[in-house]
């Protein structure tokens, strides 16, 4: 029986991530309830022991492990997972929770085709622990940013933000339950907006299509 997801004039979507996946699972399942229309043809892990792998699975997306941990050297690795994704053809690749930088090669192959999804407010604390670096400097507002993925560490163009207010006695914890929520809508929002083709890029600005 033809699986839900199988149509061939959609744009044919790649996910990466490395661990518990929710906002994969927040966009698999829209993808699921049709109200994201594309082909999510595989979500590859890095991590033999992530969350999102058996999850992929439980969609009925196909998933694929390069495990960083078997490789000897980085260039092994970036050479396979660049390998695994060009042989699922990617019309976007979605980086949901990959928790490493993608070779310059990798980036180049994409360009404007990769969209990410950090929890901050960008230019604000980029790379790892973004909500414990917005507590600690004592922002009072925080927030996540999606994407578009460049050669940098998360310096490329921004599709969508949303903010998440800091209080005098917001925990870590509370902040990235607060952030999560809203990085599953923007998430979400932003590959819509590339699905159906409404965005352009000039520059560092990501303008929307009417
Ligand atoms: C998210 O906060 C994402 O922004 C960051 O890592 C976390 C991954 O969460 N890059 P999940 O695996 O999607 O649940």
Redesign the pocket.
């Known amino acids: 029986m033809a699986s839900v997801f199988q149509k061939n004039s959609l744009k044919r979507v790649v996910f990466l991530?490395s661990?518990?996946?929710?906002?994969?699972e927040a966009v698999a399942k829209k993808i699921r309830g049709k109200k994201l229309s594309c082909l999510p043809v595989g979500l590859v892990s890095d991590n033999r022991e992530a969350k999102?792998l058996q999850l992929a699975r439980s969609f009925g997306i196909p998933s694929f492990l390069i495990d960083y941990k078997s490789f000897d050297n980085k260039k092994d690795f970036h050479n396979a997972l660049l390998d695994k994704v060009d042989s699922l053809e990617p019309d976007l690749i979605v980086t949901?929770?990959f928790m490493r930088l993608l070779s310059p090669e990798f980036v180049r192959a994409y360009k404007q085709k990769i969209i990410n999804?950090?929890?901050s407010l960008l230019p604000a604390f980029p790379g790892m622990n973004s909500q414990k670096q917005a507590i600690e400097y004592g922002a009072k507002f925080s927030g996540?940013t999606a994407h578009f993925i460049d050669e940098g560490v998360d310096t490329g163009p921004i599709i969508l933000q949303s903010v998440v207010k800091i209080d005098d006695t917001t925990t870590e914890v509370e902040l990235s339950r607060a952030i999560?929520k809203e990085?599953h809508k923007i998430l979400a929002q932003a590959i819509e907006l590339f699905l159906k083709d409404q965005l352009k890029i000039e520059g560092r600005k990501v303008k929307k299509l009417q």
């Open positions: 991530a661990g518990r996946g929710s906002n994969f999102c949901a929770g999804i950090h929890p996540c999560l990085e």
